[in-house]
């Protein structure tokens, strides 16, 4: 077969494909990183972050003890926060803060005050490097 008739089937298929609205492999949707903290006590806290350029969206997904929780992105001053809602697994606010490498789980004492603190329950620092094994499990509940 000549050069030319290869191309010609070519740019036939080619535009056939257009015409069907084939516009090559569709993209893949990429799945939130894992991310490992140690905290000051030694345990693992592994967060996933969702919709993080997305503030009014954005959410967390934070394992700890054994437990995930789901906590939605809330006002700050400084850094990021998420807060979790109430319910029957968790009758707390829970909230979830970083500053840098730095992240804290507390209780949330006034959810709607943006400058509280709450009360600490785990001072951890983001892990680079090799994940620790403890962090491999944010689905397990």
Not at 47 to 73: N, Q
Request: one cysteine or more; a negative charge; proline letters at 7%.
């Amino acid at each position: 077969m000549k050069a030319s008739s290869i191309i010609y089937i070519s740019g036939l298929l080619g535009a056939g494909l257009l015409l069907c609205g084939y516009s090559g492999p569709g993209r893949v949707a990429a799945t939130p990183a894992i991310v490992p903290y140690t905290c000051e006590d030694g345990r693992q806290v592994a967060a996933i972050y969702e919709s993080g350029g997305d503030h009014s969206h954005a959410k967390v997904l934070v394992t700890y003890e054994g437990r995930t929780i789901e906590l939605e992105a809330a006002p700050t001053l400084y850094g990021r926060r998420y807060l979790s809602e109430p319910g029957a697994t968790e009758p707390r606010h829970l909230m979830w803060s970083l500053r840098g490498e730095h992240a804290a789980l507390s209780e949330a004492t006034a959810p709607e005050d943006v400058a509280d603190a709450g009360r600490p329950i785990a001072r951890c620092t983001r892990v680079r490097g090799s994940v620790p094994t403890a962090a491999h499990s944010p689905g397990e509940h």
